[in-house]
């Protein structure tokens, strides 16, 4: 009996989660597929670049020979985070 309840447990929490999980993609105020690396294309210290379109992310050799990672998001709000690491020899 304890078995099949945590089971029927699990189960439930497995559809409830992904019932939300649709819910809140649906719900999504701004377009993601609006989001390009044209941030990228201008920028003069950047030396090369390969961006993502499906994740929406960038790995990015600036000129001085750092590397910075970058992601871009939009659903409820737009959003970027950026990471920069040094060059070491």
Do not use: H, P
């Not at 719900?27 to 499906?54: H, R």
């Not at 001085?64 to 920069?84: I, L, R």
């Amino acid at each position: 009996m304890g078995r099949t309840y945590i089971n029927l447990s699990i189960i439930l929490l497995v559809i409830l989660g992904s019932w939300v999980i649709k819910e809140e993609t649906d719900q999504c105020v701004f377009n993601a597929d609006a989001i390009t690396d044209d941030f990228l294309k201008a920028n003069k210290n950047i030396q090369s670049y390969i961006w993502s379109n499906k994740d929406k992310t960038a790995y990015i050799l600036l000129k001085n020979e750092d590397y910075v990672f970058v992601k871009k998001w939009a659903c409820v709000q737009y959003g970027m985070k950026a990471k920069k690491n040094k060059y070491s020899s």
